[in-house]
């Protein structure tokens, strides 16, 4: 009958129309800046270090082995090499980055820091709403803005922070094996040494606290 | 209450001395007229667009005012105050002209119309001639637009736009024609009498008035423009055809001109088939008859906006074969069955007789019309 | 009873669209201003009390001529405005020959006997008489109008089509 595809069109219309107004999935607008939709798991933006623990500083995993400095493409991560060493996770005193800037404005997103980094110490954020007034040095990001904690890693990237926590753990229960085992060999070598030590000292290895 | 404004501007006229009377009240009912329909246009604008949003799944402006309803203020804002542009190589009278010449014959228009009872700005004897008289009018308005601008597009949207309309005219005036013979009379306050008494006296619940009210409603969306009939002004066709020269408040003229067409083209509907400003059932005779012309113009304006967010836009060839080839032999054949209604007397045969009269033709012409396709097989021609 | 003010102030607005019609330059604002004087005319058929004759005017003249000529105007010349002057070479002989015919015309009408009869009262002719008469005494006329019409129409088409055929 003539005139029947209309009439279909307008009943398919007529049930957006009231659609809308009552089920989801007839009005998908999701109004900005008010609501935002969440992000996918594999989102990534610019990059960020990750920290253990609650103090930026004392956990912060970056080494300063300037490994994503040298394979960045557009280089535009700054690090400069502390001068002394600190306990990393494991209790194997290591250096850290006195100075890590990282150019958002040149940074573009390859990941390849992520990929190469062997301390699991730094990972893409999703972060995106980072326009600012100031054009010269506001999207220059310093140590202090780039670090998060595991916790935000692991609430943003749960399968990454999952792999790179047993890592970690992996690797911190072996320090510790590692250092355990050490401590008895010394221990049994110094009771061996003097037999007639009246008390045996306790082993003066402390093991990192693991968090 | 119903008679509220009617009571008003007499209070009103009875402050001006003797001899101005007339004066005064025709300026009254005319400052009423556009003040109302000026805010109704507003008040369109605004639900077409948040129409078009729920149709097409997403919410139309909701930003300015509660739910978006003082968008209309803020886009009148910016038509004031944005910069009027007139092509160096235009005409600058004609120019000027065009839009006046669109807004003011499609505000005459409306001073035919009955909006409540008694509430005719001009009671004529032949208003219905006088309506689609000043409709032809605002096809001037077009070509002077779209030639003024110096712009071969524009010219080109403007011709189109010109045929479309002519085409149309004659099926919307030819439907209304039935309505004419049957009510016996060109006054349009003559013709919403005739319907009075309720639903079964409204002429859209005859046959031939069906018919005739549809070919009316599809011949008033194309003399208004409206999609989806909008070739000449369509957007990602021609990128507003006609008016592409003008901005600013030039361009709200033309779009106001383009909107109270449609409301007036759609008082005109509600005039000759939905039974003007009566109630649909007696005992709704309470209610004040104005509050029913205007709850049935909403409803028009929201079947506009319902095929508006449906239809695909019809190319000019569809539509100049439509009008002549459907949309005319099928309002003759509608005058055909309007006069066998009247003829033949009450009675159950003259339902059979005038449906039969309608319906045969529209399905023959819908099987032959649209199946020849003359369109061969392909041929592909390669460089050699 | 047709007052003189308004009837002057119609007339001459009628009369000053049709001389614009005639010296202005823009072929294209000569049509607009030939419009104006048809709208004049309706103007004065509605002084008259014949509304029928004044929006039929509107409706025939403005709505359908009107674009027809401007259609006309922009498919054959196209709008450029003419160089040479609007008056021709040999215009004193031109008005001498139409005051001559103005004269001749004025005053037989004047010397006739129709200033003599008075006016008959302009009357409401209602619609519906007219349809009236027009389907019993004016029929005939009426038929040959309608079968001039469509042979115009078929003409056109025919036309057209053959233009088709040989492009």
Not at chain 1, 54 to 69: D, K, N, S
Not at chain 1, 118 to 134: C, G, H, N, V
Not at chain 3, 20 to 31: E, Q
Not at chain 3, 70 to 84: C, D, N, P, Q
Request: neutral net charge; aromatic residues 10%.
């Amino acid at each position: 009958m003539l005139g029947k595809g209309i009439i279909k069109g307008m009943a398919e219309t007529a049930r957006n129309f009231v659609g809308s107004y009552v089920s989801e999935d007839r009005l998908t607008t999701v109004q900005y800046p008010e609501e935002r939709l969440p992000q996918k798991e594999a989102a990534r933006n610019f990059p960020f270090l990750v920290y253990d623990g609650t103090e930026a500083e004392a956990g912060l995993r970056c080494v300063a082995c300037q490994i994503c400095e040298k394979e960045c493409p557009p280089q535009c991560i700054y690090i400069t090499k502390s001068k002394d060493r600190k306990p990393d996770h494991a209790g194997k005193p290591q250096f850290y980055p006195a100075i890590f800037d990282i150019d958002i404005s040149v940074c573009m997103s390859c990941q390849i820091c992520v990929e190469v980094c062997p301390f699991d110490a730094i990972k893409m954020d999703t972060e995106f709403e980072l326009s600012t007034t100031d054009r010269f040095g506001g999207l220059l990001q310093h140590k202090g803005d780039l670090s998060r904690s595991n916790t935000y890693f692991q609430k943003l990237h749960p399968t990454d922070a999952a792999e790179a926590d047993a890592r970690l753990a992996a690797e911190r229960a072996k320090a510790e094996a590692k250092a355990k085992a050490d401590a008895e060999a010394k221990a049994k070598a110094a009771a061996a040494a003097k037999p007639a030590a009246p008390a045996p000292q306790p082993a003066p290895v402390e093991p990192a606290v693991a968090k | 209450m119903d008679q509220l404004p009617i009571t008003l501007k007499t209070w009103l006229v009875s402050f001006a001395p003797e001899a101005y009377r007339e004066l005064v009240s025709a300026i009254i009912s005319t400052a009423a007229i556009i003040g109302v329909f000026a805010s109704l246009f507003a008040l369109t604008t605004v639900l077409e667009r948040k129409g078009l949003g729920r149709i097409q799944n997403r919410f139309g402006p909701n930003r300015v005012g509660p739910f978006g309803f003082l968008q209309p203020v803020a886009d009148g804002i910016k038509a004031l105050i944005k910069e009027d542009i007139v092509p160096r190589a235009a005409d600058s009278v004609v120019h000027f002209l065009a839009p006046l010449v669109l807004v003011a014959p499609v505000f005459l228009a409306l001073a035919v119309i009955p909006m409540g009872r008694n509430l005719v700005a001009i009671d004529l004897d032949s208003g219905v001639l006088f309506f689609f008289a000043v409709g032809a009018a605002t096809e001037l308005s077009v070509f002077m637009a779209g030639w003024s601008s110096r712009n071969k597009y524009s010219l080109l949207g403007a011709m189109r736009a010109i045929a479309q309309m002519i085409s149309y005219e004659v099926p919307l005036i030819l439907s209304s024609v039935s309505v004419i013979m049957i009510a016996g009379s060109l006054s349009t306050v003559a013709i919403v009498d005739s319907q009075a008494g309720g639903l079964a006296n409204w002429f859209v619940f005859t046959p031939w008035g069906l018919a005739g009210f549809i070919l009316f409603m599809i011949a008033a969306a194309a003399e208004s423009n409206r999609s989806p009939f909008d070739l000449p002004e369509g957007e990602s066709e021609i990128i507003a055809g006609y008016y592409i020269e003008y901005s600013g408040f030039k361009f709200a003229l033309f779009f106001l001109g383009e909107y109270i067409g449609m409301f007036a083209v759609s008082g005109m509907a509600i005039t000759l088939f939905l039974g003007g400003w009566h109630a649909p059932f007696g005992f709704l005779e309470w209610v004040p008859s104005y509050f029913w012309f205007f709850g049935k113009l909403l409803i028009l304006i929201a079947g506009f906006i319902w095929v508006r967010g449906t239809l695909p836009r019809l190319r000019m060839d569809q539509l100049m074969n439509f009008a002549w080839k459907f949309m005319l032999p099928m309002a003759l054949v509608n005058l055909v069955a309007a006069g066998l209604w009247h003829l033949l007397g009450t009675g159950v045969s003259r339902w059979l007789i005038c449906s039969l009269v309608v319906v045969g033709p529209y399905i023959l012409l819908g099987r032959t019309l649209f199946h020849s396709n003359n369109v061969g097989k392909r041929i592909y021609r390669y460089a050699e | 009873m047709i007052s003189l003010p308004v009837f002057i102030i119609l007339g001459l607005f009628t009369v000053a669209g049709a001389i614009a019609a005639l010296s202005l330059r823009n072929l294209i604002h000569c049509a607009l201003a030939l419009t104006v004087a048809l709208g004049g005319l309706a103007a004065l058929y509605l002084q008259l009390g014949s509304q029928f004759v004044g929006f039929a005017q509107i409706l025939v003249y403005i709505g359908a001529v009107a674009i027809l000529i401007v259609f006309a105007i922009l498919l054959t010349r196209g709008s450029e405005a003419s160089e040479k002057s609007i008056l021709s070479a040999s215009w004193p002989s031109g008005i001498a020959v139409a005051i001559a015919v103005f004269v001749v015309l004025g005053g037989t009408i004047l010397r006739s006997s129709i200033t003599h009869q008075s006016l008959p009262e302009p009357t409401d002719v209602p619609v519906q008489h007219l349809g009236e008469q027009l389907m019993t005494k004016y029929l005939l006329p009426l038929e040959v109008i309608g079968l001039l019409l469509t042979a115009a129409l078929i003409g056109a088409v025919i036309i057209a089509m053959q233009e088709k055929e040989t492009k």
